[in-house]
């Protein structure tokens, strides 16, 4: 019943790095949100992307959505430890999960 | 108040007890959810709110689980003869507008292990 997936499933970069995540899923969206999870806790907004949006910014995070392809991708710019999280991207009108994304930050 | 809180944090139960899970809402939000979470996996849509309305209830696995918003604030997700297979975290989340496109506030979640 999960329909958004991200990829990589684990990601691990040096503080100050760039990360970019993926997200695909498999049918026609009003919108597409991610969010992110500390262990342990509940999940956080981060950004909502509409279907006629292609590009939003956020801080420093950029996150796209291609509907032709049904994917979408997150970018942290200048990764920080504290962004080391899961992070989930989130479609469809039951708000359906993928499974996530691990990112580490090392300092 | 000023986020999502659920209640309790962290629950062990017997299998076979059965278990009462609460979610408060931000005060005024309209719209509740219910989702459940295993170790390492995205979270499962359980069921949706509008104000005390069940508008969906297609992802509560079997008719153990129950839940119920009857003033439209605050929710409790019951679930019978509870399983091991039921041990998960179990996520609440509001939004302030009907629907599902608008970003949710969710609380921290209560986690149960059945033993």
């Known amino acids: 019943s999960q329909q958004g997936e991200e990829d990589p499933q684990a990601l691990s970069i040096q503080e100050g790095e760039n990360a970019t995540m993926n997200c695909s899923y498999k049918?026609?969206?009003?919108?597409l949100q991610w969010y992110r999870q500390n262990s342990g806790r509940g999940l956080v907004h981060l950004i909502l992307?509409?279907?006629?949006?292609r590009e939003k910014h956020s801080g420093r995070l950029r996150v796209t959505l291609d509907t032709s392809k049904k994917s979408s991708s997150l970018l942290i710019t200048a990764s920080r430890a504290a962004d080391t999280a899961s992070y989930f991207c989130?479609?469809?009108?039951?708000?359906?999960f993928g499974t996530g994304t691990s990112l580490t930050v090392i300092p | 108040g000023a986020g999502v809180s659920q209640s309790p944090r962290y629950k062990v139960a017997k299998r076979g007890q059965d278990v009462a899970l609460r979610c408060d809402p931000i005060?005024?939000?309209?719209?509740l959810f219910w989702y459940q979470q295993a170790l390492g996996q995205g979270p499962e849509f359980l069921t949706y709110?509008?104000?005390?309305?069940?508008?969906?209830k297609s992802g509560l696995p079997s008719d153990r689980f129950f839940a119920e918003r009857p003033e439209g604030s605050v929710s409790t997700l019951k679930i019978q003869r509870t399983q091991q297979e039921d041990s998960a975290v179990y996520l609440c989340?509001?939004?302030?507008?009907?629907?599902?496109?608008?970003?949710?506030?969710f609380g921290s979640g209560t986690r149960l292990t059945v033993v």
């Open positions: 989130a479609t469809g009108n039951q708000f359906y």
């Open positions: 992307i509409r279907s006629n949006e």
């Open positions: 709110f509008q104000n005390e309305a069940q508008l969906d």
């Open positions: 989340a509001s939004s302030p507008v009907r629907g599902f496109n608008y970003g949710y506030t």
């Open positions: 049918t026609s969206i009003n919108n």
């Open positions: 005060s005024g939000h309209v719209s």
